[in-house]
Each structure stands twice: as C-alpha cells, then as structure tokens.
C-alpha cells in the first residue's frame, strides 16, 4: 500500500487539499499550489527539495504543455535524481490525437533527462519486469494512463 507520510500532493483548489487531508495526508505534504510551482519552489513546505523516487502528474485538460510544465519543474536541473525514478502521467480524452500527445511527452521526457546522464525505459513494453500485470488498460474510460522508468544510462 501506500505509505501517506510519503506521498505529496500539489493541487490548485483549496477544497481538494482539505479533503485529502480530511483523508489521511499529512497536512504538510498537502500545498495549495500547481504541480509546478510546488516543484519548483524549496521554501518550508514546498517540494523542490524533496528527492522524490516517484512522480504522477494528472494532465486532466489534456493540454500537454501544462503537463511537461509539471514534469520540466520536477526533473529540470535536477543533480540529485536517484534513478530509478517513475513518472507517470495521465491525459483526458481518449480520442485520435492522444497518441500524438503521450509521443510528445515522452519526447520532452528524454529531452529533458538525457543531458543528465538517464534514458527512459516505457514500463508497458516489458510490464513483467516492473511487476505490472499484462492485462492493464493504457486507455480506460477515455483517459490514457502512462508510466515510465529513467534508468542511468549506460550505452
């Protein structure tokens, strides 16, 4: 399961983070903020200092550049990543242009980690090694879910 005391959640409504404290999140890893400004920012309470082995960013518009905002902010410039590193990400509308869409976050993926020395491993093309069952959706109920892996890369 999940472990609360480590889990961080940015979110831009207030109402949001007081039920996910009401919840059971710690109310410090609770910021009303967006995922990047949180992740940008290393002021008391705010996440940029945290070495996280983890990251999902909910892309609920749909809108990529909002979504390699979020991603930019937790992974730019970054000397202390600890690979490995999972990102997840999800993008609303499951209609034809959301492939073009998932390509074009995985693109400004490897663009962004590649100078630090990672490449990204796609967790859905080999799942058994990541312990994923080989029945699960990328796309469910019009949302497409994706996960990743940066790994050193030692090429």
Not at 71 to 93: E, H, T
Not at 105 to 121: A, Y
Request: hydrophobic share 40%; charged share 20%; net charge negative.
């Amino acid at each position: 399961g999940i472990r609360y005391s480590k889990c961080h959640v940015a979110n831009r409504h207030a109402t949001s983070c007081d039920q996910l404290v009401a919840f059971g999140l710690p109310a410090k890893n609770v910021l009303h903020a967006s995922a990047a400004d949180a992740l940008k920012q290393t002021s008391s309470g705010a996440f940029g200092n945290i070495n996280f082995g983890a990251y999902y960013f909910d892309g609920c518009g749909g809108h990529v550049p909002v979504l390699i905002e979020m991603i930019k902010a937790g992974l730019s410039d970054r000397k202390d990543l600890q690979p490995p590193v999972a990102i997840g990400f999800s993008l609303v509308g499951g209609n034809r242009d959301v492939v073009d869409k998932e390509q074009q976050v995985f693109r400004d993926i490897v663009s962004i980690v590649k100078p630090l020395g990672l490449r990204v491993e796609h967790v859905l093309d080999d799942p058994e090694r990541y312990g994923i069952p080989l029945d699960v959706l990328k796309v469910d109920g019009g949302t497409l879910t994706s996960w990743c892996v940066l790994e050193t890369d030692t090429r």
